[in-house]
């Protein structure tokens, strides 16, 4: 028990956030590393959308250790973060590992883009119908999914809810 921590109440505000974002750092200045953080929800959810981007998986591919600046460092605080501070339902593999807004099943542009002289074909479409049954849904503070993704595949994952769309919207010519 020779050797002291010295740990110190940091105020931090970024500069290019507004002025009510406000963080408080616990530092260990001895080991250099945050021991506790205090910050706004929105701030927190920026951070873990951090991952959801490309750059979360080059993080990944090149390895925490590899990259330049501190990303690599959050990345393996979070992974050590304990699960009872997430929300309920919440996976961290989900934060690091997201499902793609777009897959071959999805819908970028309207078909009539790329219209040409092929008979009509009529499908049917489906969307995200997603309803939480308390009436407030954690993901997004809405009653239902307010991303309507829409494919011709039932029975597909909502890319932002990971629920199944399912509901039946109409049909369009091919």
Not at 10 to 15: A, F, G, K, M
Not at 36 to 63: M, Q, R, Y
Not at 149 to 173: F, M, N, Y
Request: glycine share 6%; net charge neutral.
């Amino acid at each position: 028990m020779g050797s002291r921590v010295h740990q110190t109440m940091i105020p931090y505000t970024p500069s290019m956030a507004s002025p009510n974002t406000t963080m408080k750092l616990l530092i260990d200045k001895k080991t250099q590393k945050v021991l506790f953080a205090e910050a706004t929800k929105e701030f927190v959810d920026f951070l873990f959308h951090i991952f959801s981007l490309p750059l979360g998986s080059l993080i990944h591919f090149l390895g925490s250790k590899q990259m330049v600046g501190c990303l690599g460092e959050l990345k393996e605080s979070v992974k050590n973060f304990n699960q009872t501070y997430l929300q309920p339902g919440i996976d961290k593999d989900v934060i690091f590992n997201p499902e793609i807004a777009f897959n071959g099943n999805m819908f970028l542009l309207l078909n009539d883009a790329f219209a040409d002289d092929k008979p009509a074909t009529s499908k049917t479409l489906y969307r995200c119908s997603f309803t939480p049954r308390s009436g407030y849904d954690a993901f997004d503070g809405y009653n239902t999914c307010h991303f309507k993704h829409v494919t011709e595949h039932p029975d597909v994952k909502c890319p932002s809810c990971r629920h199944l769309v399912k509901e039946a919207i109409g049909e369009r010519g091919n």
